[in-house]
């Protein structure tokens, strides 16, 4: 007979679901840890990093600099607990460094830096594998990006850039004129990912300074946009695949995300933006996280 | 003297307290008190002001370069804005905005830069703004403070309302000793908070409780240091500083800054213009401050530790300057 109650999801989707949750678990303990750094946005985005890192990306994490790699950069930098979590687990570098996330000597800065290559023999100013770009001041990410993806237009490759964005920046001009600029040059090898979670820090964004509609703005500065839900990672992963294939305009990835997703007591609340949980928050963090790990029933070595 | 009996341990406010209770007081009293936000009005300490004054407070979003663009209009309809944010974004990002539409026109418009320097801590190099003052010192009618502790704030946040010009006003995320009780604010006056003969320690905002701690140590090696407050960086008090050239010749400046452009470079101008005129004998600077480069995370109090702003580094520069000052 066919059991109802338990949702069932393909064999893919089950271990992406399982690595956003023990993504989800990492970013609690590195911020707790840290008694410092930002929850809600970094956990309502692990979907989408996982579904990107682990399936929808071209790239090695054992050799991050891969000249036929896929790019990413991430414009709004106060989330990277989420990108060191996931790239982390993909390989980038061992997870160990997690615990050291915003303490001296760390190269997991509280906002991610990006060096070219060694600065000097210190552990801080090597380059972090993985992490492409220099953020944390909001609105700075699209236009690297777009400078990006128009050197790699202009010299023919075939390499992708894809940039994270928040919502809460696009309150920046320079976001739009980064906007403007890939429109005007067709910069289809540009893909933003914008996490559309309606918070910033002092509430909701369109009670605090609306960006929306977004689709209609978008459009208007030369776009197509493709509006996905932001836990819908095999929905995400189409789109990505579908982009690559080959699109008529420069198009943009509009994720309807729920801000500090996982975690039923942060979600959809603009308060956990920056604030760091207590001991026993973290805790039952962890454990509904635990929880919602267990019921997956996932075996990691099971392929 | 303005010194009151300071506690270096038990910190309970900070400059931005100050900020946050002066801009209640100065609204109360003057309806054309208007204050500005960029989405962190819990940080510049605005967000009760906020909610108590609805029609004197304006939240533009994640928009720093909006925010002193609108603060230069509200200015323009005769209002008295106070245009708040990170220091790292403003006067940051919106420098050119803060050149030519509010000193260029010379608008009666207060930025106010929260979260400055390398005490932000975790936040890392990208918000520890440590080219501020440089990059404000440098502009026409622009008028440039940074208190050292929230009651000084708080009467520089009030003695703002009556300037007439643009000024900046560099606050710190940390709570700081109190060490003034705010009597006898003067923009432009620099405090002298203890006497003492064989040398002076110029500091300013969060340096300046370490300046007295370093000039206790000093005292235990028989040296009597000077330590001056420069809460106002521009315009700067020359007769201060000519004063303290012909008493020692010897000056040790402290600050949360880079080493160049900022309160050193500053003091160093006035010595060097006013050598054989004003200031009669040879005099020698040290300057503690961040040596060229970015900071990084961390505990605030550990990163300043790791870029030697310290109580032991003014002191440390104390002794050396009093070392090459023998030489001449
Ligand atoms: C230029 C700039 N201004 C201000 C800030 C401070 N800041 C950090 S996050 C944030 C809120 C922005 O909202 P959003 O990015 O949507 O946050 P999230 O959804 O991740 O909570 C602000 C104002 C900043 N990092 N950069
Ligand atoms: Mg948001």
Redesign the pocket.
């Known amino acids: 007979m066919e059991n109802l109650a338990a949702p069932q999801f393909s064999p893919d989707l089950v271990r992406l679901k399982y690595l956003a949750t023990k993504i989800r678990m990492a970013i609690i303990k590195m911020v707790h840890q840290a008694q410092s750094g ?1 929850l ?2 970094a956990l309502g985005l692990a979907d989408l990093y996982t579904a990107l890192y682990f399936g929808a990306l071209k790239h090695h994490p054992f050799d991050p600099n891969w000249s036929q790699r896929d790019y990413v950069l991430v414009s ?1 930098g ?2 990277c607990p989420v990108w060191y979590a996931t790239l982390a687990e993909a390989g980038y570098f061992p997870k160990v460094w997690l615990s050291r996330f915003r303490q001296l000597d760390s190269p997991l800065q509280g906002h991610p830096h990006f060096f070219p290559k060694i600065q000097d023999e210190t552990e801080i100013n090597q380059p972090v594998p993985g992490v492409e770009n220099t953020s ?4 700075q990410g699209l236009s690297q990006a777009a400078g990006l993806a128009l050197s790699l237009k202009r010299a023919q490759k075939p390499n992708v850039v894809f940039c994270f964005l ?4 696009h309150q ?1 001009g320079q976001t739009w004129e980064a906007y403007m600029l890939a429109g005007q040059y067709h910069l289809t090898n540009l893909v933003p990912i914008i ?1 559309h ?1 309606n ?3 002092s509430g909701r964004i369109d009670q605090i300074m609306s960006v929306n509609p977004l689709p209609t703005k978008l459009r208007a500065f030369g776009w197509d946009v493709w509006q996905i839900n932001g836990h819908d990672q095999l929905e995400f992963q189409k789109a990505i695949r579908l982009i690559k294939a080959g699109v008529r305009r420069p198009t943009a990835i509009l994720a309807e995300t729920i ?1 500090g997703r996982g975690v039923s007591f942060m979600e959809n609340k603009f308060e956990w ?1 920056g604030k760091i949980p207590s001991q026993a928050e973290a805790a039952n963090a962890i454990t509904e996280l635990t929880t919602q790990l267990d019921n997956l029933n996932y075996d990691p070595h099971s392929t | 003297m303005t010194l009151i009996q300071p506690n270096f341990t038990n910190l309970t406010q900070g400059p931005r307290d100050g900020f946050g209770a002066g801009i209640m007081v100065a609204a109360k009293q003057n309806p054309r008190v208007v204050a500005l936000c ?3 009005d819990e940080s510049v300490r605005l967000a009760t002001f906020a909610h108590n004054f609805p029609n004197q407070f304006v939240e533009v979003g ?1 928009a ?1 370069q909006n925010l002193v663009g609108v603060a230069a209009g509200l200015a323009l309809g005769g209002l008295k804005p106070f245009a708040a ?2 220091a790292a ?1 403003n006067p940051g ?1 919106n420098w050119d905005q803060l050149r030519v539409s509010v000193c260029y026109s010379n608008l009666p418009v207060t930025i106010v830069g929260g979260h400055a320097g390398l005490t932000v801590g975790g936040d890392g190099a990208s918000h520890q703004i440590l080219e501020d003052i440089a990059l404000t010192r440098v502009l026409p009618n622009l008028t440039v403070i940074v208190p050292c502790d929230a009651a000084q704030a708080y009467a520089a946040t009030l003695a703002l309302v009556d300037h007439s010009g643009p000024a900046y006003l560099r606050l710190s995320r940390v709570d700081t000793p109190d060490l003034t009780d705010g009597l006898n604010f003067k923009i432009g006056q620099a405090q002298i908070l203890r006497p003492g003969t064989d040398l002076t320690i110029f500091a300013t905002g969060v340096m300046v409780a370490k300046a007295l701690q370093a000039a206790q140590t000093l005292q235990i090696h028989n040296l009597q240091a000077q330590v001056i407050n420069l809460h106002t960086i521009k315009p700067i008090d020359v007769t201060a500083i000519v004063r303290a050239a012909n008493q020692s010749g010897v000056i040790v400046t402290a600050e949360e800054h880079q080493i160049y452009g900022g309160l050193g470079s500053a003091v160093a101008e006035v010595v060097t213009q006013n050598l054989g005129h004003q200031i009669t004998q040879p005099t020698v600077i040290e300057m503690v401050a961040v040596n060229d480069c970015f900071g990084e995370s961390g505990p605030a109090d550990a990163v300043m530790e790791k870029y030697h702003l310290t109580t032991e580094a003014i002191v440390a520069a104390a002794e050396k300057a009093l070392r090459r000052r023998a030489q001449l």
């Open positions: 930002h809600a946005g709004n106060h989330t944390g001041p909001l609105g928040s919502d809460g920046e920046e996490d979670n918070i910033q820090i801000s933006h | 960029s989405d962190l994640v720093e944010s990170y974004f990002r």
